[in-house]
């Protein structure tokens, strides 16, 4: 009877446990959202900020968001796609292999504000090319780029070996069988990852803080060597370096609002698409 | 003959774009370790040992990154004590207790979490927690190691539940069937049997979420007051490494001793974390999880 008691007890607690952190994750979104949403008008999202950000909008900071993300993902996804391609298809067990294999997930491990310091002494002030765009891209990119090897190598190793080894048979080269019969097959799956790297870059503030994000510059960029706003670093600014921090709430919300909703929409696609291809491919 | 070459070229492409991997972490090793080395000749490392962060003074600088240290520590220490049960106990129940759909939905909710940036929680904490420690425990400010630690405890919680789940999901059904067999309950079998024998992947899994928790940024500047103390209270302020690096970096003059020494205090951080990644990876291949 009373081992009873305590089975249902414990099994109670851990339920209690699990749905503390659904309930915290909850009320994180619904708060912002909340507070958020009145503050959102259309002059927010499409007007330069006034007076340190305190009225007007938030334009630059989702136009330098959006070059960041873009210009990221350019540079990381032929690199991670590459070396996935590499690490899946090509390589042997070598000494070359593990160090691979070690570096990336030293990478995956590396905090992001060291990658901002390694931004900052490489891009920014060796190759020169100053907090801007570009420095803020590379340094980003260096971040992301393990997860989406990680991703799009297990995408690829999805494929059974039948399908490589048919085309192979029939006398196709190794590169044709993987463009024709293995790359068509795993390239949702290879998106997968790089969608959620894209929501990794557009919400990190500690490496862009130190290589290309603006404090205030009410103005769009004209050139990849240009410094931008973006807004994970714009909300830092106007949660706590503003002068003013409680008269400036609504907007700290609001911006709040904004970069929540991109990264989840974001993340939310990448799930969706994820539980299509388990739905899709039953190898 | 012309396809063999362009076999060729392209594995040899792949080759190269492999090892881009490889030269981006032996360029964060130099990079940092330039800077440092050149502190190391100028003040030289004696002055890191200092309890004294002092980095702007009139008198006299004080690099000392102990009281850096002690913080980071400090709020580590809290935010694993914090993530353990919450982390476990959940892994347990979506992998062992929880309904089919149930479960369906619990994991990507919680994946979710891992989704939202670090500014964002560092907002809500700024807003909703450093108010409500204020309040409940009477301080003149609620800017606490207390609430950097709880904001790292849920910012780990993600990492800590996928990894260990992988590794409760990897004990053999035989080992429950075997314990069920014998008479155990259910939570007989859970305690004694399942979790000791998930043990090594769950250690594992807790070190990734302490990486994660020394190497977090923004959410604990935000919230923690960034007082340069040597405390292990947890209502007091504390200054952590990340944050010092984050706070400091935009207003030193380039190559002074103060820019130097922030990259020294980078270089602690990438071994600290480091180290705790590598234990973690030998023990998960050890035991052939994830």
Redesign the interface.
Same mark, same amino acid.
Request: glycine share 8%; aromatic share 10%; proline share 5%.
């Given at each position: 009877m009373q $081992?009873a008691t305590?089975?249902r007890t $414990?099994?109670w607690?851990? &339920?209690v446990?699990?749905f503390?952190? !659904?309930f !915290?994750?909850a009320s +994180? #979104?619904l708060? #912002?959202v909340w507070n958020g949403l009145p503050a959102i008008s259309w002059e927010f999202l499409t007007a330069m900020p006034r007076q340190a950000g305190a009225e007007g909008g938030i334009l630059p900071a989702i136009v330098g968001t959006l070059y960041l993300v873009l210009g990221t993902v350019a540079v990381a996804l032929?690199?991670g796609t *590459? $070396?996935a391609? =590499?690490?899946s298809e090509?390589?042997k067990p070598s000494r070359f292999t593990r160090? @691979?294999r070690l570096?990336? @997930?030293?990478?995956?491990? !590396?905090?992001? #504000? !060291?990658? *901002?310091?390694?931004g900052?002494?490489?891009f920014v002030?060796?190759l020169g090319f100053g907090a801007s765009i570009i420095s803020g891209c590379l340094t980003l990119a260096?971040m992301i780029?393990?997860i989406i090897?990680v991703s799009s190598e297990e995408a690829l190793r999805a494929v059974p070996q039948s399908l490589r080894e048919g085309s192979l048979a029939l006398g196709a080269?190794?590169?044709q069988t993987i463009y024709k019969n293995v790359l068509p097959y795993s390239i949702p799956g290879m998106l997968t990852g790089s969608i959620?790297g894209i *929501? &990794?870059a557009?919400?990190?503030?500690?490496p862009i803080?130190?290589t290309v994000a603006a404090f205030y510059l009410p103005k769009l960029p004209k050139s990849v060597f240009d410094q931008v706003m973006a807004l994970? =670093?714009h909300?830092?600014v106007l949660? $706590?370096q503003h002068p003013d921090a409680a008269k400036v &709430?609504p907007m700290?919300y609001a911006t709040?609002l904004v970069?929540?909703a991109l @990264?989840?929409a @974001?993340?939310?696609a990448a +799930?969706l698409l994820r539980v299509r291809i388990r739905k899709k491919h039953k190898w | 003959m012309k396809l063999a070459w362009k076999e060729k070229a392209i594995k040899l492409i792949l080759l190269a774009t492999a090892s881009t991997s490889i030269l981006i972490v032996a360029g964060i090793f130099v990079f940092l370790a330039k800077e440092a080395g050149q502190f190391a000749i100028e003040p030289g490392l004696k002055e890191l040992l200092g309890t004294r962060w002092v980095p702007v003074s009139f008198q006299k600088e004080s690099f000392g990154i102990l009281p850096l240290i002690t913080g980071s520590l400090l709020v580590t220490v809290l935010a694993t004590l914090l993530t353990i049960p919450f982390g476990v106990g959940a892994s347990v129940y979506i992998s062992e207790l929880a309904r089919p759909t149930e479960r369906e939905l619990l994991k990507p909710f919680i994946e979710i979490l891992a989704g939202i940036p670090s500014v964002v929680i560092g907002f809500f904490g700024l807003v909703v927690l450093v108010p409500l420690i204020k309040t409940c425990f009477g301080l003149s400010t609620g800017l606490t190691a207390l609430a950097g630690a709880i904001l790292l405890a849920f910012m780990a919680i993600p990492t800590v539940i996928s990894i260990s789940e992988d590794a409760i999901r990897s004990v053999p059904a035989s080992y429950k069937a075997a314990s069920l067999a014998l008479g155990a309950s259910r939570m007989q079998t859970i305690w004694k049997v399942t979790v000791p024998a998930a043990l090594p992947g769950i250690v594992a899994a807790v070190m990734l979420g302490m990486g994660r928790v020394i190497g977090e940024t923004m959410a604990v500047m935000m919230v923690t007051g960034n007082a340069a103390v040597i405390t292990a209270w947890p209502f007091d302020s504390v200054r952590t490494m990340t944050a010092t690096i984050a706070a400091e970096m935009g207003e030193v003059a380039f190559g002074s001793h103060h820019y130097r020494a922030l990259f020294c205090v980078g270089i602690v951080l990438l071994v600290a974390t480091f180290g705790l990644n590598m234990i973690a990876q030998k023990v998960l291949s050890k035991y052939r999880i994830g």
């Open positions: $081992t305590i089975e $414990t099994c607690l851990m &339920r446990m699990t503390s952190i !659904v !915290v994750i +994180i #979104i708060k #912002i032929p690199l *590459g $070396t391609i =590499y690490l090509y390589a160090t @691979v570096a990336i @997930v030293t990478l995956a491990g !590396v905090p992001s #504000i !060291v990658f *901002g310091l390694f900052l002494g490489l002030i060796f260096c780029l393990p090897i080269t190794k590169w959620l *929501g &990794r557009a919400g990190e503030t500690a803080l130190l994970p =670093y909300l830092y949660a $706590t &709430r700290q709040a970069l929540l @990264v989840l @974001v993340n939310l +799930i | -």
